[in-house]
């Protein structure tokens, strides 16, 4: 914690006036980032919720009930994991006691692993668009995606609330002294910790490998199907309008059955170049899906990859990472929800058209 003690042990290469200097100076810096990051992923996640609840051209499509779902889970980590988290780091200790320490635990873990499912879940959903739009259409309605959704968390909330309220009774062993400290009590057991690491993370980071990599399989294998000569190739049958009056002219003499035959052949030319069209920009709308999967995918990496490195560090070798690093990696975990709703806005136009209503006070098309 950013205690004196533990501020100073961290800056060992410091002296002891040195390291009282750097803490004075450092702190308001350092806690107007904590709770402007509070504000960035409560505020974010909200706008988010809003913005996707007011259009409907985004609600009506039950894929992006997952994206709400997720942004859902962000708000929560807004809401009680930062805020409680902070407030720890300005006491030094954890004073508020067992029960409050195990509802936040609970909340807390429940949320975090709820927007890992919340990513997976949005993968396997744009994978099985891409792969059959048609069969996608049939099964994928909002009923089935509600359903998972809730599924999701109770799974969630059944795994947390065991780890916290029942591992203690089970094993007999209290390792956590809830008047200066709150944790996750599996966390104490190495075994257990790479268990939840390899559930957690890492099996989590190759789905999410395989599903984007699929998908742009799956994407540019469409894309070199759609070959630049076969889109530009029907507009060549287009008649020039100074061709079309002189055979009309002489059609009306002597060959009314070519200008019939004609008229036939560019309606379908015209038919054939609308269908490519429409192909390009649905290739187009796949490509910008596939980079923010990829995107959030990447996020996800290199804010969980650390955090997850220090937790069997510290069993396998104690006081082997500096206090202030470990709670840099929490952070840095919860900077994931932090960053997922920009994402949205820089990707996504029909998020940014709406957002763009909501700041102009436009609450009506």
């Known amino acids: 914690m950013l205690n004196d003690t533990n501020w100073t042990s961290d ?3 410091l002296t002891q006036e040195e390291a009282i200097t750097v803490q004075s100076t450092l702190h308001p810096f350092i806690f107007f980032l904590m709770w402007l990051n509070v504000f960035l992923t409560t505020g974010g996640n909200l706008v988010t919720i ?60 429940a949320a975090t692993i709820e927007s890992m499912l919340a990513m997976l879940l949005i993968s396997w959903d744009r994978l099985f668009m891409v792969e059959n739009i048609q069969k996608y259409i049939r099964n994928q309605t909002r009923n089935r995606v509600v359903s998972v959704i809730i599924g999701s968390w ?8 065991f ?8 094993t007999g062993e209290r390792n956590i002294d809830y008047t200066v400290d709150c944790d996750f009590p599996p966390n104490f057991y190495l075994s257990v910790t790479i268990f939840e690491v390899i559930i957690l993370f890492v ?50 003499q002597n060959h009314q059955h070519q200008q019939e035959s004609s008229s036939r052949h560019n309606e379908h030319a015209d038919e054939e170049s609308t269908n490519h069209q429409v192909t390009r920009r649905s290739l187009h709308k796949d490509r910008k ?14 804010c969980w990859a650390p955090y997850n490195f ?18 840099f990696t929490e952070y840095l975990l919860w900077l994931n929800s932090v960053i997922n709703p920009f994402l949205y806005v820089a990707t996504n136009p029909l998020f940014r058209k709406q957002l763009k209503k909501m ?6 098309d």
């Open 310 to 327: 220090v937790i069997i560090m510290e069993l396998v070798s104690v006081n082997s990472v500096p206090t202030a690093f470990a709670s």
């Open 50 to 109: 809003i913005a996707f609840l007011r259009d409907k051209n985004i609600y009506s499509k039950p894929g992006n009930m997952l994206i709400l779902n997720l942004a859902f889970a962000d708000l929560k980590v807004g809401l009680v994991s930062l805020p409680w988290f902070n407030l720890w780091l300005h006491y030094g200790d954890w004073i508020f006691g067992e029960h409050l320490c195990k509802w936040w635990v609970i909340v807390d873990y």
């Open 154 to 161: 109770l799974l969630c909330y059944a795994f947390c609330m």
């Open 11 to 13: 800056f060992y290469i």
């Open 289 to 302: 899906a596939a980079i923010t999967l990829t995107l959030l995918v990447v996020t996800f990496i290199l």
């Open 203 to 252: 099996i989590p980071v190759f789905a999410l490998f395989y599903f984007n990599t699929k998908i742009f399989y799956i994407i540019r294998k469409r894309a070199k199907s759609v070959r630049p000569e076969t889109l530009t190739a029907p507009m060549s049958h287009v008649v020039d309008p100074n061709q079309n009056k002189n055979s009309t002219s002489f059609a009306n």
């Open 359 to 364: 700041f102009s006070c436009k609450y009506h």
């Open 163 to 170: 780890a916290v309220l029942l591992v203690e009774p089970i």
